[in-house]
């Protein structure tokens, strides 16, 4: 931040510098003084601008010397309002950045106005950074103490290693539990969403205990409903807790909680089930020890009218009574609830509570349940998406964290697709990846037969609860027959390509757009339907760290470039390039041969074997004479669908669309039995040569990053992998050896992708995006290539692998096939559905998701 304007004002509540010991005692001791370094050892930089700051007459300088620091930490939390405030303002978030200079380390307030930087990940753990401006807040309430506050900075690169063996300056921060630097909150959240507990304020050591029942009154739920409004003392209750639900985090600038939090149990004994709530410091001490199937014993809570609004679980048993007249509420006071966990070995019959009763169901089975039915899966994972984060409100800083899964179960060729929330399990949501038995409940069915493509997946409700290979053990489902039947398959596929063809990461267009725009429109919750092309700049730097948005714009397509794989990536198995990673490598002479093809212009006919995935396909109009074979699912053998037909035919002699990227059964035959063909990259129109050169603005947004492609899974380096595609974490975490690189990895698509650039109808504003093409072979002899519309109905994840002859067709006879269809694309204006995906640290994608003519958008 240059210049004054906007420097915080309040001061820090927890101990900072100690300045009135600063000269008098430098061995250091608690409470927030200055330990100096040895005299033969070097100097600290921090402590050498904590001397220039104390003795400015400002309460800000710029270091004499700036040198780079590396960040350890960033951590977020919310700044209560402070009193002089009069009108509340929206949640403010607040980081403390950890920082080192080889000698010391030091916990800084992060000046708001450089909050962005954090917003972006570009001030993220792991990296250098070099501070150019810091000042002093001092809290008033407390004599002599301040915090150093990072007001300027300019980030660097990410560090191959950092030490994290320097000792805190101030010993305050080392104290446990951490606490924020400012404001009166106990306790810091999780970086990037507020479901997830973090931090050491979350016990996970809350243990089953005999209890002596002699001398306890119990009352059932269904007694208790009856005369809770009359009664001023309740007795006990004893319960099983069937339900519970994923943690909420209410803080507010205005509301002085220091721990705001609410989670529900839906609990139930033998004469009816209902909801509980455990409030604020109660859910830090035991949320993380409670799971579903323990027996409670609840004494000392209170009972309320139920909230109107919420939608109580359905119960495990139909048998079981819903009570939803009124509430349990459990909290740390009025009156402190008693909670004790009943070991199940002292459960007895005649108490007769419910037992867990799950609802698995099989992919086979899922084609037929209808829309919102609740159930639980089990499967394996065959494909881990990265993490994505979705605004809960337009205009806020809240964001819920969300991966795309694919399951397999062995009853189907298609996966189960899920749409993954965090469920405050984020030792289990940041962990998981591919070939991971997988336990998910209470799912939620999402589906749209009239849509084109059909929609089905499934999606987390807010009591769904993950399990993983580590966690299934004790757990009741291990008894259902479904879950049997799954294990008896996986035995039996130990070794097979379903186990070991598996991926992670990458960009994952899902949901798909439906194929009339009229039904996109019905299908998508914004303010204004269409974005101005002028708008699509504010659009992208409004995103937000791994923020996922989806746009359209009308425009004109000009300019298709074709950007093809790397063949090395291709052909050299990832463990080999791992283990050869310092040598020279065949992989990089093949990366050098396709770069001088480039520059040369010609592209030839890649004659490995090529391979590719599709599901989800189906057709929007139905003719005899277009039908096509394609393959679904990630087992899938060929089925029978028809073409889809993006346009009618238009008004006049104008072809439609659909005829015009049809491909031609004579391009067909002249590419069969050919190993090498050349053919041209690029397709540019008339109407651009007329036009690139009095543009105002070209934005550039074309470019595939490296974690923007699919990899195939190696369970080796599943730790690697898994980080990659995970959120950026609050604290540094050591790599362990030399790590790998993304682009060692194989890649999981193999088609490359088209840079498509689109005029604005004004012809003022361009804008160059990415197209990824879907393959979708007839079989392993023949094949119909999916052209630029065809292939926008279709959604490709992962490969299975295919042996074909010299006659398959390659992705660059694709590519050929696409840009000579493309002459007819001049002066056509289109509407293009845009996904825009924010990478963090300045990288961002936008991709073209599918094209609807307005002539033809019902």
């Not at 240059?2 to 001061?11: H, K, L, N, R």
């Not at 560090?159 to 104290?175: G, K, M, Q, V």
């Not at 209808?370 to 881990?384: Q, R, S, T, Y």
């Not at 990089?588 to 090529?610: F, L, N, V, Y």
């Amino acid at each position: 931040m240059s210049g004054e304007s906007g420097q915080p004002q309040a001061g820090p509540s927890h101990a900072g510098l100690d300045w009135p010991t600063l000269q008098r005692d430098r061995a250091g001791v608690p409470g927030g003084v200055i330990r100096r370094a040895g005299a033969q050892g070097p100097r600290s930089w921090i402590q050498k601008v904590l001397e220039q700051i104390t003795g400015s007459p400002r309460q800000w300088v710029t270091p004499s010397e700036v040198v780079p620091v590396t960040v350890l930490a960033v951590q977020r939390y919310l700044l209560e309002d402070e009193p002089r405030d009069t009108v509340p303002k929206p949640p403010l978030y607040c980081y403390d950045v950890t920082i080192s200079d080889g000698v010391y380390q030091e916990k800084c307030y992060l000046d708001p106005s450089l909050n962005s930087l954090v917003y972006q990940n570009i001030l993220k753990v792991g990296i250098e950074m070099k501070i150019s401006r810091v000042s002093c807040l001092y809290n008033e309430k407390r004599l002599g103490q301040g915090i150093l506050c990072i007001d300027n900075v300019h980030c660097g690169e990410t560090l191959d290693a950092i030490s994290l063996e320097t000792p805190f300056r101030n010993r305050a921060h080392e104290e446990k539990p951490e606490r924020p630097l400012r404001g009166g909150k106990s306790h810091y959240l999780a970086l990037w969403n507020n479901e997830d507990p973090y931090g050491d304020i979350w016990l996970t050591d809350k243990q089953p205990e005999e209890y002596n029942f002699n001398n306890i009154k119990i009352i059932s739920l269904s007694h208790l409903e009856m005369t809770w409004a009359n009664r001023r003392n309740f007795p006990a209750l004893l319960v099983r807790i069937l339900h519970k639900s994923k943690l909420r985090y209410y803080g507010k600038p205005d509301k002085k909680m220091i721990e705001p939090y609410q989670t529900f149990l839906e609990v139930a004994d033998s004469s009816g089930t209902v909801s509980v709530i455990m409030w604020n410091a109660l859910c830090p001490e035991w949320y993380k020890s409670l799971r579903v199937g323990l027996v409670l014993l609840l004494q000392d809570y209170s009972v309320k009218k139920s909230y109107p609004f919420r939608m109580q679980p359905l119960p495990v048993d139909p048998q079981i009574k819903l009570i939803s007249t009124m509430e349990i509420c459990l909290n740390l006071r009025d009156p402190p609830t008693n909670i004790i966990i009943i070991p199940e070995k002292q459960v007895k019959p005649e108490w007769r509570l419910p037992k867990l009763n799950h609802r698995f169901i099989t992919r086979s089975e899922l084609d037929d349940m209808p829309e919102n039915h609740i159930c639980d899966v089990i499967g394996m994972l065959a494909f881990v998406g990265r993490v994505q984060r979705s605004k809960k409100k337009e205009n806020r800083e809240d964001f819920w964290s969300y991966r795309w899964i694919h399951i397999a179960d062995g009853t189907s060729e298609q996966p189960f697709i899920v749409e993954l929330f965090s469920t405050s399990q984020p030792e289990i949501f940041e962990n998981i990846y591919p070939m991971t038995y997988f336990v998910c409940t209470q799912l939620k069915v999402v589906r749209n037969d009239t849509q084109v493509p059909k929609l089905l997946y499934l999606t987390t409700t807010n009591e769904s609860r993950v399990f993983i290979t580590e966690g299934h053990r004790g757990q009741p489902y291990t008894y259902d027959t479904k879950v049997k039947n799954f294990i008896q398959w996986i035995k039996t596929k130990t070794d097979s390509g379903e186990m070991k063809n598996t991926v992670i990461g990458g960009y994952y267009p899902y949901p798909p757009v439906p194929e009339t725009f009229s039904k996109y429109s019905n299908s998508v919750k914004v303010e204004s339907l269409l974005t101005a092309i002028s708008e699509v700049r504010k659009e992208i730097e409004d995103l937000q760290y791994r923020e996922q948005k989806r746009i359209a714009i009308q425009g004109i397509i000009t300019v298709i470039k074709y950007i093809p794989h790397s063949c090395a990536t291709e052909s050299a198995s990832a463990s080999e390039t791992l283990r050869n990673a310092n040598q020279p490598s065949t992989s990089q002479a093949a990366r050098e041969e396709s770069q001088i093809q480039e520059r040369d212009g010609k592209w030839h006919q890649d004659d490995r074997p090529m391979s590719s995935q599709c599901f989800q396909s189906t057709s929007t109009s139905l003719s005899p004479s277009k039908k096509r074979r394609i393959l679904q699912g990630p087992y899938a053998k060929p089925v029978a669908v028809p073409q889809p037909e993006f346009f009618s035919q238009t008004k006049g002699n104008k072809p439609g669309m659909s005829s015009i990227f049809q491909r031609q059964e004579s391009t067909s035959a002249s590419i069969l039995g050919k190993a090498r063909k050349t053919i041209s990259d690029r397709w540019e129109s008339q109407m651009w040569r007329e036009k690139s050169f009095g543009l105002i603005d070209h934005l550039h947004y074309s470019h595939v990053y490296p974690e923007s492609i699919p990899r195939k899974f190696i369970l080796e380096h599943r730790k690697f992998l898994t980080q990659q595609y995970n959120s950026q974490p609050a604290k540094y975490i050591p790599p362990e050896g030399r790590p790998p690189k993304l682009d060692d990895f194989t890649s999981a698509r193999s088609l490359g992708h088209f840079e498509v650039t689109i005029l604005g109808l004004n012809h003022e504003i361009a804008i160059d995006v990415a197209f990824l093409p879907m393959y979708c072979p007839e079989d392993v002899r023949t094949s119909q290539i999916d052209t630029l519309l065809t292939c926008m109905n279709y959604s490709c994840v992962y490969p299975p692998e295919v042996t074909v002859s010299d006659r398959f067709p390659g992705p660059r006879a694709l590519a050929g096939d696409i840009i000579k269809a493309a002459t007819e694309l001049d002066r056509v204006h289109i509407i293009g559905i845009l996904d825009i995906c924010n990478l963090g640290n300045n990288k961002v994608e936008v991709y073209l998701q599918k094209i609807y003519s307005p002539e033809n958008t019902s």
